[in-house]
């Protein structure tokens, strides 16, 4: 099982990114996947997830948007309005039972990691 996530980059305040997380070895459409993201020096945090459902941490509610494409085995994180704030490496995970899944250590499978970095 491989999960790969890619898409970030440096971007400016009020930019948009899309972060693209695909998955190898299993079906995504059985799993409920999560967007986390770690800042420097802080711990990592839940930014989304998807299962039949959606799930936003408060502080990316109304710019930021889940999504699935099942016959392309891929979660999308699509990020609008980016802030300083946002600026971290995100991370995707994907856990075995479809329902919420908040707690990182609820999930069994992790992409390596993309970076994103909002400048003001």
């Known amino acids: 099982v491989q999960l790969q996530a890619y898409g970030g980059g440096l971007v400016q305040a009020g930019d948009s990114l899309r972060l693209s997380c695909v998955a190898s070895?299993?079906?995504?459409?059985?799993?409920?996947v999560g967007w986390f993201r770690q800042a420097p020096g802080k711990e990592r945090t839940i930014v989304a997830a998807i299962w039949w459902g959606t799930y936003y941490a408060d502080s990316v509610k109304g710019r930021f948007t889940i999504s699935r494409d099942n016959s392309r085995n891929t979660v999308y994180l699509q990020m609008n309005s980016l802030k300083p704030e946002d600026t971290a490496v995100y991370y995707c995970?994907?856990?075995?039972?479809?329902?919420?899944?908040?707690?990182?250590?609820?999930?069994?499978?992790w992409g390596q990691g993309t970076q994103v970095t909002v400048s003001s």
């Open positions: 995970a994907a856990a075995r039972s479809y329902e919420l899944r908040i707690k990182e250590n609820t999930y069994d499978y």
């Open positions: 070895g299993l079906t995504f459409s059985s799993y409920a």
